[in-house]
């Protein structure tokens, strides 16, 4: 199974950057959850070459705000759904220990 994972070599230096990619296999068959997915694999895309390019503090920050804010709304909808759902084993799923978005960039600094 592939995760859709690829290194990328930059041509202009040596340095390696990562980079995700969203592949078929990756797909869970509910479209609402795999847009999330894509969409936050395309954030987190955003915000390595930001960090690779070495772009401003404020370009990092408003990505990484970005990302954040919706990996909070996606873990919200995921839980939702597999309450709904009565997904097996929903109940040893600690949503709470997930809710580490309540931090915010300010906090981290």
């Not at 809710?99 to 600094?109: D, G, H, R, S, V």
Request: hydrophobic content about 40%; glycine content about 2%.
């Amino acid at each position: 199974m592939s995760y859709g994972y690829e290194s990328l070599i930059s041509q202009n230096s040596n340095n390696i950057c990562s980079k995700f990619k969203w592949t078929s296999d990756l797909s869970i068959g509910l479209s609402s959850i795999d847009e999330d997915h894509k969409f936050l694999i395309d954030t987190l895309n955003q915000l390595i070459a930001c960090l690779h390019n070495h772009n401003s503090d404020d370009e990092v920050d408003d990505i990484f705000i970005t990302l954040m804010d919706y990996t909070m709304h996606h873990f919200a909808r995921e839980e939702q759904i597999m309450k709904k759902i009565s997904f097996p084993n929903v109940k040893l799923i600690n949503f709470d220990s997930l809710k580490w978005w309540n931090l915010t960039p300010t906090t981290l600094i």
